[in-house]
């Protein structure tokens, strides 16, 4: 069955520094991938969006890149500020029709500290 | 605009009981998900609607489950009668048509079952 692997131990770093969040799948291929943020008891909020055919996109301070060779994709985070901390998700979404439903990694929690 | 909504935000009930839970999509979003976190686990998808239809509703644990959206606006998803196993944080997302779009999600419904 698919599987979703993210760091499974908590990260902490330094204020200004780049997080690297790491997401391994297997026994899939999906169309996209999406990394979403979640903060505690709250749902969670969309960051960023990456195709199967793409290699890299960026927003801001935020990065993904997409290896489907791999199957591994890898978020991060520059310049990281404390308001950066919150539990981020790898999600993998599949084709059209009846394959919308995204599956879920467990997440890995960020805390950056000032 | 306002976004997604969740009702209620918390439910405690005893096993054999009912509980409707309700949910609000950002208005004109065809697309509604439903999801749920057991404590410890992945997010897990349970079932996707496009306007008033099911497209997918591989992920419903059981005949427990039934869940509606009637006229495409708000859902509701009924669990009848609730066993131990399904307390989580239910969690209702919403996309618009076409495409791989964002899910925007709702705040959860924590279900406590006794």
């Known amino acids: 069955s698919q599987k979703i692997e993210q760091n499974s131990e908590a990260l902490n770093i330094q204020e200004g520094k780049t997080a690297t969040l790491t997401c391994n799948y297997t026994n899939y291929s999906p169309a996209y991938l999406q990394w979403y943020r979640q903060d505690p008891g709250r749902g969670p909020v969309f960051l960023l969006l990456i195709r199967e055919n793409e290699k890299e996109k960026r927003k801001e301070r935020l990065k993904v890149t997409f290896d489907t060779t791999l199957k591994q994709s890898l978020f991060h985070i520059t310049a990281s500020q404390p308001a950066d901390s919150a539990t981020y998700l790898c999600?993998?979404?599949?084709?059209?029709?009846?394959?919308?439903?995204?599956?879920w990694g467990l997440g890995t929690s960020l805390a950056v500290n000032p | 605009e306002a976004g997604v909504t969740q009702f209620p935000s918390h439910s405690v009930i005893e096993k054999g009981q009912t509980v409707t839970l309700r949910c609000d999509p950002i208005?004109?979003?065809?697309?509604l998900y439903w999801y749920r976190r057991v404590m410890g686990k992945e997010i897990k998808f349970l079932l996707h609607f496009v306007k008033e239809s099911k497209q997918d509703e591989s992920g419903m644990p059981n005949n427990r489950f039934l869940a509606e959206r009637t006229g495409g606006t708000y859902s509701t998803l009924k669990v009848q009668p609730a066993e131990l196993e399904d307390s989580g944080v239910y969690f209702c997302?919403?996309?618009?048509?076409?495409?791989?779009?964002?899910?925007?999600f709702g705040p959860g419904t924590r279900l406590t079952v006794l």
């Open positions: 999600a993998l979404g599949g084709r059209a029709g009846n394959n919308r439903k995204l599956i």
């Open positions: 208005s004109g979003h065809d697309n």
């Open positions: 997302a919403s996309a618009k048509a076409g495409g791989y779009n964002e899910q925007f």
